[in-house]
Nanobody
Framework: HAQLVESGGGSVPAGGSLKVSCATSGYGDYCLAWFRQAPGKGREGVASIYTFADGRMRPVYADFVKGRFAISRDSAKNMLYLEMRNLEPGDTAVYYC????????????????WGQGTQVTVSA
């Protein structure tokens, strides 16, 4: 499978917004998700989005998102996005996108295809 490729990371002040993107393979992308990993911590799920056969999409968010983030995808363009608002220093991490051709979860071991990550840094 083709490598997923994240982009759009950068440095923003607390309270700011950032949108990261992921170019996917377009194959078996029933479930796409965003994970993040801060130094010294494990990889944690941020949000996932499952696409049903009828085109409906079901987003799921980790509790720490608290309504600040929105996951979306453009299937025609094989793109996945994460819009982040009201960013906090605790959001600083490398953000990864992932794909699996099965049901969604926020557990990294469930995903078979990963990007290289994009750094998001939020200053206080």
């Amino acid at each position: 499978h083709a490598q997923l490729v994240e982009s759009g990371g950068g440095s923003v002040p607390a309270g700011g917004s950032l949108k990261v993107s992921c170019a996917t393979s377009g194959y078996g992308d029933y479930c796409l998700a965003w994970f993040r990993q801060a130094p010294g911590k494990g990889r944690e799920g941020v949000a996932s989005i499952y696409t049903f056969a009828d085109g409906r999409m079901r987003p799921v968010y980790a509790d720490f998102v608290k309504g600040r983030f929105a996951i979306s995808r453009d299937s025609a363009k094989n793109m996945l996005y994460l819009e982040m608002r009201n960013l906090e220093p605790g959001d600083t991490a490398v953000y990864y996108c992932a794909s699996v051709d099965s049901a969604c979860s926020l557990y990294p071991d469930s995903f078979s295809d990963w990007g290289q990550g994009t750094q998001v840094t939020v200053s206080a």
